[in-house]
């Protein structure tokens, strides 16, 4: 069964971390470029973060420049993200996106997209 899968997420207090990972199954990532996209209540979809499929070249949405960190692992067919520093602001749903093109994602298309995982920043 061709999905991805995201997990990593839970309930941490203001200024702490999580890493969050993005698992593919029946297919290899290496070929892929990957989105981390998030959604809280209310809101629109956003794109927090992007890795083209070779790793060199890396994006972020402001509101998270400097605190999150984006990676990938081939061998473990596995894409990462590090969030640090985090803010209530960042409470949502967070989903990885597959693409064979960097700027498909950029634009919102995506071949492959998980089920999401609840990312909850809360004292």
């Known amino acids: 069964q061709v999905q991805l899968v995201e997990s990593g997420g839970g309930l941490v207090q203001p200024g702490g971390s999580l890493r969050l990972s993005c698992a593919a199954s029946?297919?290899?990532?290496?070929?892929?470029?990957i989105g981390w996209f998030r959604q809280a209540p209310g809101k629109e979809r956003e794109g927090v973060s992007y890795?083209?499929?070779?790793?060199?070249?890396?994006y972020y949405a402001n509101s998270v420049k400097g605190r999150f960190t984006i990676s990938r692992d081939n061998a473990k067919n596995t894409v990462y993200l590090q969030m640090n520093s985090l803010k209530p602001e960042d409470t949502a749903v967070y989903y990885c996106?597959?693409?064979?093109?960097?700027?498909?994602?950029?634009?919102?298309?995506?071949?492959?997209w998980g089920q999401g995982t609840q990312v909850t920043v809360s004292s």
């Open positions: 996106a597959a693409d064979s093109w960097l700027a498909n994602l950029l634009s919102g298309g995506y071949d492959y």
């Open positions: 890795i083209s499929s070779s790793g060199g070249d890396t």
């Open positions: 029946g297919f290899t990532l290496d070929y892929y470029a």
